[in-house]
Structures are given as structure tokens and as C-alpha cells.
């Protein structure tokens, strides 16, 4: 079965410190989504990303945060600075078009020390 | 405002006994509805999806839209089911977005 597929599985950083999370998202799947779930908490929408441009993001996903799809294939996350409280698990998870729910990756743990 | 509520943080059964886990959602449309379920801090794995009206690893969901329900039920629990279990929709709409509930641990017991 197709797997999202998330790199690095664990990434500790200093505050103020550029991260880039990385995703390879399902071949032949269109929408492209980062998720967060800080530790003890809910799953929470970030950014979704559709036909090579941001479609809906969250108000979390300010300024600090952008998504790219460099080369067709990976997608990523980059946090510019990042703080104390981006400590969390990243989720990237891709679907096709249609309601079909979507494949979540493995997660990258995030820890800013 | 659309929302999922997972009223239950916690659930605890004994093997064997039924399960419910439930959800009610407030939108104003018609959604598409999901159960996700993850495993000691694994990844999020879909279990259920509405549309689909499937039966996986003997959990079952309905929707009813009268009571805007969606609740998980499980005749006999067993103690691999023990995980987090999210609820979480998709309103109407073309990015598919997914809202989650704030889900419920479920501990099945021997």
C-alpha cells in the first residue's frame, strides 16, 4: 500500500534556528496538507496546498512558516525561526481528489530546545 | 462555527464488553465524515470513512444527520484496540481540509 513518507522521524533544533521538514506524498494524490499535534493535544490543520500554491492555511501558519513543492515530488515544511512552542509532531498527509480521506505520514517530531 | 466534539478525553472497557466512542459534529451542510485511529504516538491511520459505510476491525459508524452523530461502535472490544481514536470531517468544499475532534483515549482492559 502507498505511504507517506516523512524525513527526518526526529529533529531538535535551537530556538531561533531555520528547520525544513520534508514529505514525499502519495505519487498520484493532488492535496497536500501539513498537520501539528503538540504533545497532549488535538491534530491541527496548518496549510493545505493544491495545484502549486497554498489553498487554505490556519491562523498558526503565520509568517514564521512556508510550504513548498520544489521539485514534484517532495513537499515541505519550513519553520524560519522557531520557537519554544513549535515543539510538536508534524504530520504531512496527502489525498486525492474526492472524499476519500487521506494518507497521514509517519511524523516528524519537532523539539526546540 | 464548524466543530467535532469527542465528549469522552478517556474510555476504558474490559475485553469483550461493547464500545461507543462518540462524535457530533455542527456544520450546516453535508460533510464527509471520518474516524482516524493512532496507535502509542504512531501515525494516524483512517479506520473509518461515511461514505464508504464499511465495517474495519469490527468498528462500525453511522451518520445521522438528525442528531449531526457519527459515533464508533465496536460489539466486542478487544485489548489491541486500545489507542486514541479521532474524530474529524471535511466540510463541504474543494481542499478537503480535515477538522478534528480533540479525540478519546480508549484503554480496553483484560
Known amino acids: 500500500e502507498p505511504e507517506v513518507t516523512q524525513t527526518p522521524s526526529h529533529q531538535v533544533t535551537q530556538m531561533g534556528q531555520e528547520v525544513i521538514l520534508r514529505c514525499v506524498p502519495i505519487s498520484n494524490h493532488l492535496y497536500f496538507y501539513w498537520y501539528r499535534q503538540i504533545l497532549g493535544q488535538k491534530v491541527e490543520f496548518l496549510v493545505s496546498?493544491?495545484?502549486?500554491?497554498?489553498?487554505?492555511k490556519s491562523e498558526i501558519f503565520d509568517d514564521q512558516f512556508s510550504v513548498e513543492r520544489p521539485d514534484g515530488s517532495n513537499f515541505t515544511l519550513k519553520i524560519r525561526s522557531t520557537k519554544l512552542e513549535d515543539s510538536a509532531m508534524y504530520f504531512c498527509a496527502s489525498g486525492p481528489l474526492g472524499p476519500y480521506g487521506y494518507t497521514f505520514g509517519s511524523g516528524t517530531r519537532l523539539t526546540v530546545v | 462555527a464548524q466543530r467535532v466534539t469527542q465528549p469522552e478525553k478517556l474510555l476504558s472497557v474490559f475485553k469483550g464488553a461493547p464500545v461507543e466512542l462518540k462524535c457530533n459534529y455542527s456544520?450546516?451542510?453535508?460533510?464527509?465524515l471520518f474516524w482516524y485511529v493512532q496507535y502509542s504516538r504512531q501515525r494516524l491511520q483512517l479506520l473509518l470513512r461515511?461514505?464508504s459505510r464499511e465495517s474495519i476491525k469490527g468498528f462500525t459508524a453511522d451518520l445521522n444527520k438528525g442528531e449531526t452523530s457519527f459515533h464508533l461502535k465496536k460489539p466486542f472490544a478487544q485489548e489491541e484496540d486500545s489507542a486514541m481514536y479521532y474524530c474529524?470531517?471535511?466540510?463541504?468544499?474543494?481542499?478537503?481540509?480535515?477538522?478534528f475532534g480533540k479525540g478519546t483515549l480508549l484503554t480496553v482492559n483484560p
Open positions: 496546498f493544491y495545484n502549486n500554491e497554498i489553498s487554505e
Open positions: 461515511h461514505i
Open positions: 474529524a470531517f471535511v466540510p463541504g468544499g474543494s481542499n478537503y481540509k480535515l477538522t
Open positions: 456544520y450546516s451542510g453535508s460533510p464527509e
